[in-house]
C-alpha cells in the first residue's frame, strides 16, 4: 500500500496551471525525487501535500485517508512535515529551542519541556548538531540552518518528510552530509519525498524520481532512467541549467 498519493491533483493559478492532473505514489521507506526545471511545479506540489494550498481538481491520500480537504496542522499530527526553501528559524531562541518548538507544538499529545528538551536534543544529534544545541542561531552557516530545518521537521516526528531543496547553497562536501544525515533518516523508517537540482544528490539518494515540467509529470522510474529519457533531457538535463546540476 503506498503511504502517499496523489490522484490527478491540478492548481491553477489565474491562467497559469502550476500542476497539471499529477498523480504520483509514495511508497513506505522509499526516498522520492521530485527534480525538473524552475517553475515546473515542484514547490506548488509540496504545498499541496503540506495542505498550504487546496487542489482545484484531484485527491491527496495518505496512508489510505483521503486529506485532500484536511487543514496543515491537522496534516502535521497526521505524519507529514516539511523543510522549506526559505529558511525561518526563530531568531531569539537556541538551536535547540527551535527543535523543541516541533516537539512542543507538532503532536496531539503534549510532552513536558524535559520530555521536549531530551527528544530535541537527540535529533540534533542525528543531524549533526549536537555540538551548537546551546548557540542561538544567529550567524549559524547555511550548512547548519538547513540541517535545523531538517531537525525542525524531524521533532514533530513525521511519518512522511518533505525536503524542499537541503542541498542548495551547500559546498560538496556538505551536500555528502546532508546525503548522510537522509540516509540515517530513512533508517528511522521516515519516508521521504524530496525536491533538489543537485542531481549526484539526488542519483545517490533516490529509489524512484519523477520529473515534472510545466506542471505535468513527463518521466518516473529509478534516476538512471529518467536520466537517460530524452524529454527529460531536452526540458532539463540537457540544457544548460541542467547540466550545471549535475556536478
Request: glycine share 10%; aromatic share 4%; charged share 20%.
Amino acid at each position: 500500500m503506498s503511504l502517499l498519493v496523489l490522484d490527478g491533483v491540478t492548481k491553477a493559478f489565474g491562467g497559469l496551471v502550476a500542476v497539471d492532473g499529477l498523480s504520483l505514489d509514495v511508497r513506505p521507506g522509499e526516498i522520492f525525487a521530485l527534480i525538473g526545471p524552475n517553475g515546473a511545479g515542484k514547490s506548488t506540489t509540496f504545498n499541496l501535500i503540506s495542505g498550504l494550498l487546496g487542489p482545484d481538481r484531484g485527491r491527496i491520500v495518505l496512508d489510505g485517508a483521503d486529506i485532500t480537504e484536511i487543514k496543515p496542522a491537522s496534516r502535521a499530527h497526521l505524519g507529514i512535515g516539511r523543510t522549506f526553501q526559505l529558511m525561518q528559524p526563530f531568531h531569539d531562541m537556541t538551536v535547540v529551542e527551535n527543535v523543541m518548538t516541533g516537539e512542543l507544538f507538532g503532536h496531539t499529545v503534549p510532552k513536558s519541556l524535559a520530555e521536549a528538551r531530551r527528544d530535541a536534543e537527540a535529533i540534533c544529534h542525528m543531524v549533526g548538531l549536537d555540538q551548537l544545541v546551546n548557540r542561538d542561531v544567529t550567524g549559524l552557516g547555511v550548512a547548519n540552518l538547513k540541517r535545523l530545518e531538517i531537525a525542525r521537521a524531524l521533532a514533530t516526528h513525521p511519518r512522511l518528510l518533505l525536503l524542499d531543496e537541503v542541498m542548495a547553497g551547500l559546498t560538496p562536501t556538505e551536500a555528502r552530509q546532508a546525503v548522510a544525515v537522509i540516509r540515517q533518516v530513512r533508517e528511522t523508517e521516515v519516508t521521504v519525498l524530496l525536491i533538489d537540482h543537485v542531481m549526484s544528490s539526488v542519483r545517490d539518494l533516490a529509489d524512484r524520481v519523477a520529473v515534472l515540467n510545466f506542471g505535468k509529470k513527463i518521466a518516473e522510474g529509478s534516476f538512471q532512467t529518467v536520466a537517460a529519457d530524452p524529454d527529460v533531457i531536452e526540458a532539463y538535463l540537457g540544457t544548460e541549467e541542467g547540466d550545471t546540476h549535475q556536478h
